[in-house]
């Protein structure tokens, strides 16, 4: 597709459980982020990839959360044993390159609601 | 080091014109602008570079002080398709890609 994409779009799950949120970048992007953004907060760094290494996984919130990134293609962002507080909105994004001044493309993001 | 905007808030008349701010206490290089509606990814709108620069397209311009770490938004003659929340990331000298968002500003513009 032309843009970036996510899925699920929707998921709720239950405390303790583990889940998994999938990002396609836009293709030829070889930069992919994760952002996590809470209601009616700003986006909060999570991880960022060049290629399928991760030179910065600063913002990851605890080691419950992992990514991956298999080549210049999807990522999977996964939370294990998930708590109330891990509800919000996991935007992904990419660009062509990773640098300073290169443009960021969201998708529309994945609304995660833990019971 | 969460890039401050401001206002937090804005209410306007459709024709009616605004300005958002972004300021940073740290050296930027580059300052980008995204607009979000309610249940939407946010949408790219320009990106500034150091050196300082002026930007814009149709109604929607910006200008980066680099002297103040600063970025105004610039919304002319306002339309109904502009309300939305406006975000500011800032990407600091010492980070190669780290987008920083600021809180953002909330615009609503009534007929």
């Known amino acids: 597709g032309a843009g970036v994409s996510q899925s699920p779009s929707n998921k709720v799950t239950e405390k303790g459980k583990d889940v998994e949120l999938r990002c396609d970048p836009i293709s030829g992007h070889t930069a992919l982020y994760w952002y996590r953004q809470r209601l009616g907060q700003g986006l909060e760094f999570l991880i960022y990839f060049q290629g399928n290494s991760a030179p910065d996984k600063s913002g990851l919130p605890s080691d419950r959360f992992s990514a991956e990134r298999t080549g210049e293609s999807v990522s999977t962002l996964t939370i294990q044993r998930t708590q109330q507080e891990d509800s919000a909105v996991y935007l992904c994004a990419s660009s062509f390159g990773g640098g300073q001044g290169d443009t960021q493309y969201f998708g529309p993001g994945t609304r995660l609601t833990v019971l | 080091q969460q890039p401050v905007q401001s206002p937090q808030a804005v209410i306007l008349r459709e024709g009616e014109d605004a300005v958002i701010n972004c300021s940073s206490s740290k050296a930027l290089y580059s300052v980008h602008w995204y607009r979000q509606k309610h249940g939407e990814a946010p949408i790219f709108l320009m990106i500034l570079l150091k050196g300082g620069e002026q930007k814009g397209h149709d109604k929607i311009s910006a200008s980066f002080n680099e002297k103040k770490q600063q970025s105004s938004l610039y919304l002319t003659a306002s339309q109904l398709s502009y309300s939305g929340t406006y975000f500011c990331?800032?990407?600091?000298?010492?980070?190669?890609?780290?987008?920083?968002f600021g809180s953002g500003t909330r615009l609503l513009v009534r007929p």
């Open positions: 990331g800032t990407v600091r000298m010492d980070s190669s890609y780290k987008l920083i």
